[in-house]
Nanobody, 126 residues
């Protein structure tokens, strides 16, 4: 059974930092693109960042570019999201996901991702 488990969310003041982790189990995802998405109440799921299997290609949503960094450790089947200079508008549930059809391409459409974690809540206070 494939499982993605996120951790690292919490409550932080504006300007602070958090590091999210997502551990994949059940099968190895070291050859697949992985991504982070977020969803705030009443809003659509939004692409945050994605990373190719090798880690050489990374892409970011416009609202987080320059503040967030995605990385991965294939030996640990884990993807990370370092979030700096957090803003209240970053408040959302953050989900990691796997695109099992891609390895070198990072797609922004959540429909391209087949496996999803339950999410971790990030709340940024002003």
């Amino acid at each position: 059974q494939v499982q993605l488990v996120e951790s690292g969310g919490g409550l932080v003041q504006a300007g602070g930092s958090l590091r999210l982790s997502c551990v994949a189990s059940g099968r190895a995802f070291s050859t697949n693109t992985m991504g982070w998405f977020r969803q705030a109440p009443g809003k659509e799921r939004e692409f945050v960042a994605g990373i190719s299997w090798s880690g050489r290609s990374t892409f970011y949503g416009g609202s987080v570019k320059g503040r967030f960094t995605i990385s991965r450790d294939n030996a640990k089947n884990t993807v990370y999201l370092q979030m700096n200079s957090l803003k209240p508008e970053d408040t959302a549930v953050y989900h990691c996901a796997v695109d099992q059809s891609s390895f070198n391409v990072v797609l922004r459409n959540p429909r391209e991702y087949e496996y999803w974690g339950q999410g971790t809540q990030v709340t940024v206070s002003s």
